[in-house]
Nanobody
Framework: QVQLVESGGGLVQAGDSLRLSCAAS????????LGWFRQAPGKERQFVAR????????SYGDSVKGRFAISRDDAENTVYLQMNSLKPEDTAVYYC???????????????WGQGTQVTVSS
């Protein structure tokens, strides 16, 4: 049974930093492209970042470029999202995702975590 479990969310002030973690089990972690998505109330799910097998070619959504960084530790079966210079508009539930494809077409993934809430106050 595949599980993706996010952690690290919380309530912070604008300008603060947070690091999200997503621990995976039940899959060959190194074979998957990993990603982070977010969804704010009343809005569609939004792509945040992805990292390919082997850790190369990270890609970011326009709204987080230069502030967020995705990384992975295949030895620990964990993917991270370092979020710096947080803004109130970053408030959302953050989900990690895994796919055997190189990208997440149409924001679809084979596996999703349960999500972790990030709230940024102004």
């Amino acid at each position: 049974q595949v599980q993706l479990v996010e952690s690290g969310g919380g309530l912070v002030q604008a300008g603060d930093s947070l690091r999200l973690s997503c621990a995976a089990s039940g899959l060959t972690f190194s074979s998957y492209t990993l990603g982070w998505f977010r969804q704010a109330p009343g809005k569609e799910r939004q792509f945040v970042a992805r990292i390919s097998r082997g850790g190369g070619s990270p890609s970011y959504g326009d709204s987080v470029k230069g502030r967020f960084a995705i990384s992975r530790d295949d030895a620990e079966n964990t993917v991270y999202l370092q979020m710096n210079s947080l803004k109130p508009e970053d408030t959302a539930v953050y989900y990690c995702a895994a796919t055997r494809m190189l990208i997440f077409p149409g924001s679809r993934a084979e596996y999703w975590g349960q999500g972790t809430q990030v709230t940024v106050s102004s």
